[in-house]
């Protein structure tokens, strides 16, 4: 039995049709559904402000009141960042959890705009009390009191 020409044509622009028919289903299904980035990802920029504020909440009287929080998150594990804080007054819970979710936060836009790590290990520094503050000890003598950003 033989097929026309015109009867292959047929079948094969309808199979494509169905396919593509299907395939705008699923987008438009899925896209539905979803939520703009700014609704499902927290707002990395007010968590870090957050994050400053809740370990600048509460000075120190001596360095035993100071520790370092690892905060961020490499590709290639640890965090990016430490940050100084104090336990006179209050403890590590609320910081933890907002360290958790701002490394949460980073990892995803990390991710979102395909950045990759240097891998490079970021050493934690120690705190201090310095003028009633806590303060991140210098990892570099020529700059005081902060550590370097390294993706």
């Known amino acids: 039995m033989k097929t026309s020409r015109f009867a292959l044509t047929a079948t094969t622009t309808r199979r ?3 396919q593509l028919a299907l395939l705008a289903l699923c987008c438009t299904s899925s896209a539905c559904q979803s939520q703009p980035d700014s609704v499902k990802q927290p707002d990395t920029a ?3 402000q957050q994050l400053l504020a809740e370990s600048q909440r509460s000075g120190c009287d001596q360095d035993s009141q100071c520790h370092s929080l690892g905060v961020g998150a490499k590709a290639c594990g640890g965090p990016e960042r430490y940050l100084a804080w104090s336990d006179r007054q209050r403890s ?4 933890q959890q907002l360290a958790a979710r701002y490394a949460a936060a980073r990892t995803a836009d990390d991710q979102r705009q395909q950045l990759m790590s240097n891998c490079a290990l970021v050493a934690d520094p120690g705190a201090v009390c310095r003028a009633g503050r806590c303060e991140l000890r210098s990892v570099d003598p020529r700059a005081p009191g902060s550590t370097p950003l390294a993706r």
């Open 16 to 18: 494509a049709l169905q």
């Open 92 to 95: 590590d819970q609320r910081l």
């Open 46 to 48: 007010q968590l870090w």
